[in-house]
């Protein structure tokens, strides 16, 4: 106690007043309380018991707060309920005379404590709302949104909530996103059955193109069902068939195809059905005047949207006359298969012809060989160097040999023939054509020639080795011996590749020939300049060489600057 002076009676009596006056007014209001008057409520507080009331006067906004369809209550700082009404008591199913002075802690489920003190934090500094679960008594939970505001409530700051139960709020919502749903739904049905009537009116109207274009056919114009089964024939059908529309508007394909194309026909059409591939085959039909005439039958499916088969849609084109022409083609090729089986016997028989004839000859001139050499050696030496005898001797001895030469090329040409099926294999170029050159050394020695070669970098080519420097020995001979004297003689040779061929070219300078209007070029004994010695049969040696390997020889020349001769190895 804190030391004071002594005080007069007068202090006293008035401090007495004082104390007597407000013993009065705690007096009449528990007098109050206790009739109902005021409603009040004892909190334990810090500095002491505290009594809040409400008082009479605000009896009228009291009636108002008790109708309200949401709850209402007013929170001290720590949670204690210093007011309810009876909606809020209802959601948690709690008697209203024991909702005053719990803790409003006790209706928020554990998973939502967090929450409702950042709520209650929140609204102690302004404002704050938000939605959680109220647990009621029997354990039940309810959605409610609470808006929280501090109000100052007998010169003391409390928290005013008003709670609103959403529940039914969210069912409404629910019905609304069904409602929503069936509008949506209806909606969408109504664009499918709107599509579906613009879809009828659009297959009408190509419907009727379709016919339009199909009656303007030249052709017989048809289409069927996805099953396979005819819709609808154009008039060229009819007039093809002598049938009528009216009396027979889907008449069946099966009766007027020939019988012995009819089995493959069903069948091919049974596999399209079912594969749902274009269907194409080629049968005859028979017309209006009995005649079986040769169709070729294609058909496409149509399909829609989803990639169903909604129709067939065909045609059948006249190809008679094509087939007739086909089949005499093919006539026309036997006979030519035949005539080339025929031909190939005579060259195989004219072969041993002449293989027999050379073989046989070399005895009787080989005989007449010996005899002139028998009769000079009887002869006396004066008369056989005779200015008489001497130019016979030579005239004889020259037939001798020349006979002999022919015989040898015949032999030649035939051996050629019987190595046309010898092995092939991978051959450089190089090589060959530097083997060939050390077999010319003396001839390129005595003409002087000038020889370019560039083949290093050519590819091998698919050939018989043998036969490979047969082509390059008589082209490089006829460039050496067949050179131009008014000047020095230079060959080339090259290669480069094409699409299908490995190309070899031998150039020279020399003399040329004449290449236009001259069929027998590439001839058997075929000569062009006789002031040289040769046998004419070298270039026929070298084609026929080439056309057996698949390949070909050509020749660009003019007379008096030389030729290029050019031989093509398939790749």
Known sequence: MTDRGPRSAAALAQENEALRHRLQEAEDLITAIRTGTIDALAVQAP????????????????NLIEQMSEGALLLSQNGTVLYCNACLAGMVKAPLQSMMGVSFHDFVPLDYQEYWLELLSTAWTGKSKGEMPLQATDGHQHPVALALNVLVFNQTQVLAVIVTDVSEQREISAIRARVSEQNTL?????????TQAQAQRAAEQTAAETSRILEGMPHIAWTASPAGLNTYLNRRWFEYTGHHAQADPAHSFSALIHPDDLPGAAQRW?????????????????????????????????????GEIIQWIGAYTDIHEHKVTQARVAEAQEQLRASNQQLLRINRDLDNFIYTA?????????????????????LPAELVKGAAIQPLVG??????????????????????????????????LEPVVRAVMLDLAPLLESSGAQLDVEVQHCAPVSFSEKNLRSVVYNLLSNALKYRHPARPLRVRV???????YQVLTVQDNGLGLQVAGNAKLFAMFQRFHDHVEGSGIGLYMVKRIMENAGGRVEVESTVGTGATFSVYFRR
């Open 47 to 62: 500095e002491g018991p505290r009594i809040f009331t409400l008082e009479g006067a605000d009896q009228s906004y009291r």
């Open 186 to 194: 209806l909606e969408r049905q109504q664009e499918t059955l709107r």
């Open 270 to 306: 049974r596999e399209a059905i079912a594969s749902g591939e274009a269907l194409e085959i080629e049968c005859r039909i028979r017309s209006a005047t009995g005649e079986f005439r040769w169709m070729l039958g294609r058909a496409l499916p149509s399909r829609n949207e989803q």
């Open 358 to 378: 050379s073989h046989d000859l070399k005895a009787p001139i080989n005989n007449i060989e010996g005899l002139l050499s028998a009769l000079l050696s009887e």
């Open 395 to 428: 005239m004889m001895q020259g037939s001798v040999d020349r006979f002999k030469r022919t015989i040898e090329h015949l032999t030649e040409v035939t051996r050629l023939q019987k190595e046309h099926e010898q092995p092939q294999g991978l051959i450089e």
């Open 494 to 500: 090259r290669c480069h590749a094409t699409a299908e």
